[in-house]
T-cell receptor, first 113, second 112 residues
């Protein structure tokens, strides 16, 4: 596609359930980022993938959060045993090798009830 | 650690000029970015500085001083549609890629 695609756009889940959020980056982009944004707040870094290098997981808030990137393209962010404080918009971005700016998807709004 | 500071909120008048400051302390530096984010939307790229000095792009300009760990975004001839959050971000290490760390954003309100 022309831009970064995220699905679903909205997700409501019950506390304790697992959720998977998907990000389809711009074709050919080697860098992929996941951020979390709570209402009215800035972007909180979660995880960063760069090509075949080991991902930078330093932003993951707990071991309930994990992410993978298969074949250097699509990425899935998994949250296990969701809690109400996990409610936020999860944004994915990608950037090209030797490129500059990152391009963002429209995000997944996660609500844990 | 990584620290990026910018004012939480600013207010300006339509037609005026506003300067949004950003200071940073990061483990490495490979470029500073400004993004615009309207409420409920994804951030969109505005400007990029990697060398000291001023980059101008239409009504928007961005300045960088690496020695001072300081940048600003200058918006001229403000329009109502410029009401948005402005996010400062630093790419924190060298090479062609690096992690992108964001500040908390500055919410700008433009009033008639």
């Amino acid at each position: 596609g022309a831009g970064v695609s995220q699905s679903p756009s909205n997700k409501v889940t019950e506390k304790g359930k697992d959720v998977e959020l998907r990000c389809d980056p711009i074709s050919g982009h080697t860098a992929l980022y996941w951020y979390r944004q709570s209402l009215g707040q800035g972007l909180e870094f979660l995880i960063y993938f760069q090509g075949n290098s080991a991902p930078d997981k330093s932003g993951l808030p707990s071991d309930r959060f994990s992410a993978e990137r298969t074949g250097g393209s699509v990425s899935t962010l998994t949250i296990q045993r969701t809690q109400q404080e996990d409610s936020a918009v999860y944004l994915c971005a990608s950037s090209p090798n030797r490129g500059t700016e990152a391009f963002f998807g429209q995000g997944t709004r996660l609500t844990v009830v | 650690g990584q620290n990026i500071d910018q004012p939480t909120e600013m207010t300006a008048t339509e037609g005026a000029i506003v300067q949004i400051n950003c200071t940073y302390q990061t483990s490495g530096f490979n470029g500073l970015f400004w993004y615009q984010q309207h409420a409920g939307e994804a951030p969109t790229f505005l400007s990029y500085n990697v060398l000291d000095g001023l980059e101008e792009k239409g009504r928007f300009s961005s300045f960088l001083s690496r020695s001072k760990g300081y940048s600003y975004l200058l918006l001229k001839e403000l329009q109502m549609k410029d009401s948005a959050s402005y996010l400062c971000a630093v790419r924190d290490r060298g090479g062609s890629q690096g992690n992108l760390i964001f500040g908390k954003g500055t919410k700008l309100s433009v009033k008639p």
